[in-house]
């Protein structure tokens, strides 16, 4: 179940809130479209929803928040998410789709698995190979 | 000074420590090349260098650590830089250049001072309006 705190103005999930005790959060846009589909709801919304499902089924999900985002500024290469969690580098992955839901559901555990965030590439579900959009060093490294 | 801490395997900055006291990290990607130039130094580590000049001659440098980091994986549209803080959104800058230093740690500097990383629009360096490869939530809102 996705449990994510909604801000009491807008009913919008409130970004960057991980749930507690999970050590590594998945955000994912669910803002995305995929050009020249402008059916609602948008290919983002559809990615999220299969996300969470595939999140629940998942054996090791405690490791991991599933958090809706409205826009991760990655329009163009939709659809788009990002791993983060303390002390690791912080990677956003794009060029995704609804279909992608699983593969990236299990890279995000494998991410939540690591102490610096940094999956060996031959280790990493097929979709995340390519489509990395951009990585950012931790803060405060563990 | 750039005085961020060396890594004693390989003299390579490590990534992500920022300067105590310091707000908010301006991350510069020192390995972006600019095709087709295949001069050393590199276009990002000259990048590098003349925002560390830039980051010296501002008055509010205290509020900005500059961060040389190893690949912000967005080699396609170098060069690139990263705006992090604890509490605030993570913004990636692409399709930078040397000449840009003066115009990003301006514009890292006025990240610094807000509280959730969100700079307007309308307030941004010209440099800074264009050119975002993504933005991640903080992990612990301010």
């Given at each position: 179940?996705?449990?994510t705190?909604l801000s009491?103005?807008?009913?919008?999930?409130r970004?960057?809130?991980p749930?507690?005790?999970?050590p590594a959060?998945?955000?994912v846009?669910?803002?995305?479209?995929?050009?020249?589909?402008?059916?609602e709801?948008?290919a983002?919304?559809?990615?999220h929803?299969?996300?969470?499902a595939?999140?629940?089924?998942?054996p090791?999900?405690?490791?991991?928040?599933?958090?809706?985002?409205?826009?991760?500024?990655?329009?163009?290469?939709?659809c788009?998410?990002?791993?983060?969690g303390?002390?690791?580098?912080?990677y956003?992955?794009?060029?995704?789709?609804?279909?992608?839901?699983?593969d990236?559901?299990a890279?995000?555990?494998?991410?939540a698995?690591t102490a610096?965030g940094l999956?060996?590439w031959?280790?990493r579900?097929?979709?995340?190979?390519k489509?990395?959009?951009s990585?950012v060093?931790p803060?405060?490294?563990?």
């Amino acid at each position: 179940m996705d449990d994510t705190p909604l801000s009491a103005a807008t009913g919008v999930p409130r970004p960057g809130l991980p749930r507690p005790g999970a050590p590594a959060t998945l955000f994912v846009c669910i803002t995305c479209r995929l050009a020249p589909d402008e059916t609602e709801p948008r290919a983002g919304r559809r990615m999220h929803d299969a996300m969470v499902a595939a999140h629940q089924r998942h054996p090791d999900a405690a490791r991991l928040a599933v958090v809706p985002v409205e826009c991760l500024s990655n329009c163009n290469r939709a659809c788009t998410v990002a791993f983060a969690g303390p002390g690791r580098w912080t990677y956003v992955h794009g060029d995704l789709a609804p279909e992608a839901a699983d593969d990236v559901v299990a890279g995000a555990v494998l991410y939540a698995g690591t102490a610096d965030g940094l999956v060996p590439w031959r280790q990493r579900p097929e979709r995340l190979r390519k489509g990395v959009i951009s990585r950012v060093p931790p803060l405060f490294p563990a």
